[in-house]
């Protein structure tokens, strides 16, 4: 990373939409986490699906558990799913208090 505290990359993959991101996402840069989100969720449609690559965010705040459920209602109502690729046992930790590992569907 080149001094940014996150990196948000988009990529369509066949059928599938993957918004990677690298670094925290926290109040600060959740706005650039969000709206990639956003976009992922409004271009997808059936049989579409949007993955949130958190295989490098090494911070996630209340702010990105926030983006990430509404970017799951988001594609619930566009009829696509949204699966989450975590890896970082900090980022897990804090979707199993939350409770949100119950919520969104997790690739781990």
Same mark, same amino acid.
């Given at each position: &990373? *080149?001094?940014?505290l996150?990196q948000v990359a988009?990529?369509?993959n $066949?059928?599938t939409?993957?918004v990677?991101?690298?670094g925290?996402?926290d &109040? %600060?840069t #959740?706005?650039?986490f969000?709206?990639?989100? =956003? @976009?992922?969720c409004a271009?997808?449609g059936?049989p &579409? =699906?949007?993955?949130?690559?958190?295989? *490098?965010? +090494?911070?996630?705040?209340?702010?990105g558990l926030? =983006?990430l459920?509404e970017?799951h %209602?988001?594609?619930? *109502? %566009?009829? +696509?799913?949204?699966?989450?690729?975590? +890896?970082h046992?900090?980022v897990?930790r804090?979707l199993?208090?939350? $409770?949100? @590992?119950?919520?969104? +569907?997790?690739? #781990?």
């Amino acid at each position: &990373m *080149d001094g940014q505290l996150l990196q948000v990359a988009t990529k369509r993959n $066949g059928a599938t939409i993957v918004v990677r991101a690298e670094g925290e996402v926290d &109040m %600060n840069t #959740v706005p650039l986490f969000g709206q990639a989100l =956003a @976009d992922a969720c409004a271009e997808a449609g059936p049989p &579409m =699906a949007v993955v949130a690559d958190l295989s *490098d965010v +090494t911070f996630l705040s209340s702010a990105g558990l926030t =983006a990430l459920l509404e970017a799951h %209602n988001r594609c619930l *109502d %566009n009829g +696509t799913p949204l699966r989450v690729k975590i +890896t970082h046992h900090s980022v897990r930790r804090a979707l199993e208090i939350t $409770g949100m @590992d119950q919520i969104l +569907t997790l690739d #781990v």
